[in-house]
């Protein structure tokens, strides 16, 4: 993955109250980053000048990263309806717009980079308030105003709208910027909306309640600041097939296919899955056949009428037809690993699809299918801790049972319990916040592949439309 960073700091902006750790913000941040081995931009007490030099660069070179992350600390501003991010020379007490596009960096600029740009993912981290009494970092015109999140991108705010941002915390740093370096040089290889998460629920409480981190995202893939190494696991496939973002289309049996099933118009998905099927199975090498699993999973999730047809209403008869004198079945391999796995061979807690995640373990008890349960087990040996429910060799009856702590006045649900150790967090991640009602619920469990059936809740009151609300000094999940 080749990344960009652009790291900026701003102690002192114009007549706005001087900072002590912007620049040291953006110092940590880098070398974060340089430990990444990304390509890393710093800038101290930016100028405009500066900017527009920056900024034509990043318009010329960002085409040619997978990434880009802009982090900024400073004081920020917000003038009619635009948000502004402060240099060295902005001064504040101006009221015309005009001054701001001329003298500070409009957060709008930053955004549109490379907009169009669906292969690119974009991180945008803003230290700074959303509000400024003098003293505090950001602006004294008000709470940043709306942000509309192009497609593919994620950006990160120290503080909730109208919330002032601390700018110390720890001995160098801001209470947000040293708390994201913390987790970032202990858990980067986790999803950057989990890693976030983990950051508020620090920050949170880190200031006893104070300061709530706020983040929204419109990011298409999975994005983690440090992927996890999948080549230290052996699959068993070859690894463009793992990580299939680095598919070569050099199968001939099946490189049409996987093209048309990338597409998300659901008629062509089912062409592609009738010519597939159309083929006698013998003909596809047992790498095509892993393949074409992981992909009739995905396009049951996008809604391919054909795809659903295979897995809902004839799937025994589709494997069956796949099955090897040996017993294996690498068209079932596929679809069991895409379950647990990304397309970047990342290991996910949760599934995209909840009712796939149903069927396919249901085949755990068929003695025709013990071969594929055997490698399931095999590749999520490496992550039985994470799991909640581990299909031990395929026969595993025992009930998943959660334990739920409700609030003092047992109207919502504060902490959820597995074997001992909290998963709140974990929880709320995969499945959100509501229970609407206890068996739409374990329906959204069973998305983190527990078969619903063995699902039990153990609550001294139904949970019935209650919401899941943390509170402060709730200990942190165990995974």
Known sequence: MKVLAVCIGVDNAGNFTKLDNAINDAIAMEGVFKSF??????????????????????????????????????????????????TSETEQNHETKAYYDRYAIRLSEVLDLEKHNMSISKIIIVDACRNNPMGVRGAQAGDFAPIATPRGTLIAFSTTSGETAADAGY?????????????????????????????????????????????????????????????AIDFGYPENYIIDTNYKYSDPHISTIIAQLQDYHYEVQNAALESFLSQPPNKLNQDEKFLMG???????????????????????GVLSSFSEQ???????????????????????????NAEA??????????????????????????????????????????????????????????????????ITDVIISAV????????????????????????????????????????????????
Request: a negative charge; glycine letters at 6%; hydrophobic letters at 35%.
């Open 37 to 86: 081995d990304y390509d890393i931009i710093l800038l101290k007490d930016i100028s405009i000048k500066e900017w527009i030099a920056l900024h034509a660069q990043l318009k010329k070179e960002l085409s040619n990263y997978d990434s880009f992350i802009f982090f900024y600390a400073g004081h920020g501003i917000e003038v009619d309806g635009e948000n502004y991010l402060t």
């Open 171 to 231: 001995t160098k740093n801001s209470a947000y910027t040293g708390t994201l370096v913390h987790y970032l040089e202990s858990s980067s290889s986790i999803q950057a909306e989990t890693l976030f998460k983990r950051v508020r629920q620090s920050v949170y409480s880190i200031t006893k309640g104070k300061k709530v981190t706020w983040e929204h995202t419109s990011l298409i893939d999975e994005f983690y600041f440090q992927k996890p190494i999948p080549e």
């Open 294 to 316: 992981r992909y009739i999973i995905r396009a049951v999730s996008n809604g391919s009428f054909k795809a659903q047809n295979i897995l809902y209403d004839n799937l025994m």
């Open 326 to 352: 040996t017993k294996e079945n690498h068209l079932l391999n596929g679809m069991l690993f895409e379950l647990y796995f990304s397309n970047t061979g990342q290991f996910r807690f949760a599934s995209e």
């Open 357 to 422: 995640s149903n069927v396919l373990l249901a085949l755990r008890n068929n003695g025709l299918f013990t071969e594929s349960f055997a490698y399931l087990n095999k590749i999520l040996a490496s992550f039985a801790n994470q799991i909640l429910y581990y299909p031990v060799d395929g026969s595993n009856h025992e009930p998943v049972s959660l334990d739920f702590i409700l609030t003092e006045d047992n109207t919502a649900v504060r902490e959820i319990h597995h074997n001992g150790k909290n």
């Open 432 to 479: 959100g916040t509501s229970i609407n009602s206890e068996e739409n619920f374990k329906h959204k469990l069973s998305g983190l592949n527990i078969p619903i059936e063995l699902i039990r809740f153990n609550s001294p009151k139904k949970l019935d439309g209650m919401m899941i609300r943390p509170n402060d000094g709730m200990e942190q999940s165990a995974f």
